[in-house]
């Protein structure tokens, strides 16, 4: 959670649900809120000319979602849009900045969150330059098991499906699924009821 949900709703959040597909915002459109998912998994996305699908990243549980925008008055350039059954905290870009004038150590949190971000977005991007998949899963699986302060092998569960993976990482699922199970015959992974351990 980056910012305490009750300072939030105390200042005038509401708490929005979105079933699978819904919308939270759009490409092209003005920044006027702070969205933090207090619960299920967004895909932040753009579709290329050809009406290919580029994903971004798939924030989840206590993270927020474009952020950036509230700082600049460029329009959104991803959409955001459900992959599960979401609630999300939504207040006013008016009311959100209020909250960090006021509280400027939030504005450091903020900024950790948006860096950490735009690292992962640069990693993902790398992926393109990459043509072995079980080093682009290696890289995915390395950055999200530091992420959330795991150390020990087996220790993190990931937290995307087989079809979220190949999105995050440009392979066919059919080939993710094929290299999860060539990396649990390599013992670099375990894998317990389709779950996936690293």
Do not use: W
């Not at 200042?11 to 702070?34: M, N, Q």
């Not at 905290?89 to 900024?111: D, Q, R, T």
């Not at 795991?150 to 990931?158: G, P, Q, T, V, W």
Request: proline residues 2%; aromatic residues 14%.
């Amino acid at each position: 959670m980056i910012i305490c949900e009750d300072l939030l709703f105390s200042r005038g959040a509401i708490l929005e649900k979105y079933d699978v597909a819904d919308s939270i915002f759009k490409e092209g459109t003005a920044a006027k809120y702070y969205f933090q998912i207090r619960s299920g998994t967004v895909k932040l996305n753009t579709f290329l000319e050809d009406g290919k699908e580029f994903v971004h990243g798939l924030p989840f549980d206590g993270h927020c979602i474009g952020e950036s925008y509230l700082f600049t008055s460029h329009h959104y350039a991803i959409n955001a849009i459900a992959v599960t059954s979401c609630e999300i905290i939504k207040i006013s870009k008016a009311k959100f900045l209020e909250i960090l004038l006021e509280k400027p150590e939030l504005m450091l949190e903020i900024n950790k969150y948006t860096a950490d971000r735009l690292h992962f977005r640069y990693m993902i991007s790398s992926f393109l330059a990459i043509s072995d998949p079980i080093v682009k899963l290696m890289k995915l699986f390395d950055h999200l098991k530091k992420y959330f302060g795991f150390e020990e092998s087996y220790s993190f569960l990931i937290p995307y499906t087989r079809q979220q993976i190949a999105t995050l990482t440009g392979l066919r699922v059919e080939t993710v699924i094929r290299y999860v199970k060539k990396m649990q015959e390599l013992k670099l992974v375990k894998i317990e009821s389709s779950k996936i351990y690293y």
